[in-house]
C-alpha cells in the first residue's frame, strides 16, 4: 500500500504545470471617482460659501472659490470637488454641517 501512495505523489509531482494566460491572471477595476456638488440657495451668503470651500475642500484658492461661488449663484450648481468616494463623502459632510445646500453624492 505505501508503494501505491508513493507511486501516485511521484505522478502527481511530475505531472505538468500550466501557466494561466497572463490576460486572466489580472483585472484591475478603478473605484468611480465621485463629485461634490455645492446647489445655489435663498440663505447662504456668497461671503459663507466662498469661506466654507476655501475651509473644507483641499488645495482651494481663495481665486477658484469666488469663481465657483459666481457659478452655484448664477447656474444653480457647481461641482466643487471630484475623487474617492471615501473623501467626497467627508468634504461633502463637512459642507453639509457648515450650513450648505448639496445635492446627494454621485459617481463621476
Same mark, same amino acid.
Given at each position: ?14 505531472? &505538468?504545470?500550466?501557466?494561466? =494566460?497572463?490576460?486572466?491572471?489580472? +483585472? ?8 461634490? %456638488? @455645492? ?18 475642500? &483641499?488645495?482651494?484658492?481663495? =481665486?477658484?472659490?469666488?469663481?465657483? +461661488? ?8 457647481? %461641482? @466643487? ?28
Amino acid at each position: 500500500m505505501a508503494n501505491t501512495y508513493q507511486a501516485a505523489v511521484r505522478g502527481m509531482a511530475t505531472a &505538468p504545470t500550466v501557466a494561466p =494566460d497572463k490576460s486572466t491572471q489580472v +483585472t484591475k477595476k478603478h473605484y468611480p471617482n465621485y463629485k461634490v %456638488i @455645492v446647489l445655489n440657495d435663498d440663505f447662504n451668503t456668497f461671503q459663507h460659501v466662498h469661506d466654507c470651500l476655501v475651509k473644507y475642500i &483641499p488645495e482651494m484658492t481663495s =481665486d477658484r472659490a469666488w469663481e465657483l +461661488t459666481n457659478q452655484i449663484h448664477f447656474e444653480g450648481q457647481a %461641482i @466643487v470637488w471630484v475623487g474617492s468616494q471615501e473623501q467626497a463623502e467627508l468634504y461633502h459632510e463637512q459642507l453639509r454641517r457648515a450650513g450648505l445646500t448639496l445635492a446627494p453624492l454621485e459617481a463621476a
